[in-house]
């Protein structure tokens, strides 16, 4: 089966650019979770979303960064404009429910110059 | 405030040499306790959820296990390949999402 997928696996884009990260999730699973993976911070739970609901966004870190799931199978995340202290990579995950194993994908590895 | 910590932060074991993680945590209501193994330019992978304490799983060379306050991960003669970074995460009832700890990075050397 194939697993959550994410595009593009890097990105290198110039400060004040828009960014959009896109995420598979796997087939039947409900809820879908957006994560910023950093050194300094770790793993970071962005925003997550219950049957295509946006359920927590307290973890979005500013008014620059938006997420969409226009419907089971896919979602975005989009910063605009970008900063180079959103460099970091950002990953999506699904679940069958909120409390279920999370399947993550492998990533998108952003820079922002 | 919910909070997992784990320790070491690194841990260097030769070939054969049984060890253990730790994760302690402090939560609000547990509602399930991860453990994920996640290689460099990899995502998390997930290992093993324990939802008690006296719960335990086991997967080849590893077994997790569970208290009130802290679980476990052991390595039982590992190999160069269950070298990785080692994450725990707890389920918080109270936040309603997964907590991560900041991990364990594992090297085993031949």
């Known amino acids: 089966d194939a697993g959550v997928i994410q595009s593009p696996r890097h990105e290198v884009t110039e400060m004040g650019q828009e960014v959009t990260l896109r995420c598979k999730p796997i087939?039947?699973?409900?809820?879908l979770f957006w994560y910023r993976q950093t050194m300094m911070r770790g793993l970071e739970l962005l925003i997550y979303?219950?049957?295509?609901?946006?359920?927590?966004d307290s973890g979005m870190p500013e008014d620059r960064f938006s997420a969409k799931m226009p419907n089971a199978s896919f979602s975005t995340l989009k910063i605009q404009p970008s900063e180079p202290r959103d460099s970091a990579v950002y990953f999506c995950?699904?679940?069958?429910?909120?409390?279920?194993?999370?399947?993550f994908g492998d990533g998108t590895r952003l820079s922002i110059l | 405030e919910d909070q997992v910590t784990q320790s070491p932060e690194a841990l260097r074991l030769q070939e054969g040499e049984s060890s253990s993680l730790n994760c302690s945590y402090t939560?609000?209501?547990?509602?399930?306790l991860f453990w994920y193994r996640q290689d460099p330019g990899k995502g998390p992978e997930f290992l093993f959820t324990?939802?008690?304490a006296g719960e335990e799983k086991e997967k080849e060379r590893l077994k997790a296990t569970l208290t009130k306050k802290e679980s476990f991960l052991h390595i039982t003669a590992p190999k160069p390949e269950d070298s990785a970074t080692y994450l725990c995460?707890?389920?918080?009832?109270?936040?309603?999402?997964?907590?991560f700890g900041a991990g364990t990075r594992l090297a085993v050397h031949p």
């Open positions: 995950a699904s679940s069958l429910r909120s409390n279920q194993p999370q399947h």
């Open positions: 087939s039947g699973h409900n809820s």
């Open positions: 979303f219950n049957n295509n609901v946006p359920i927590d």
């Open positions: 939560v609000s209501g547990l509602r399930g």
């Open positions: 324990l939802y008690s």
């Open positions: 995460a707890v389920f918080s009832g109270g936040y309603n999402k997964l907590i």
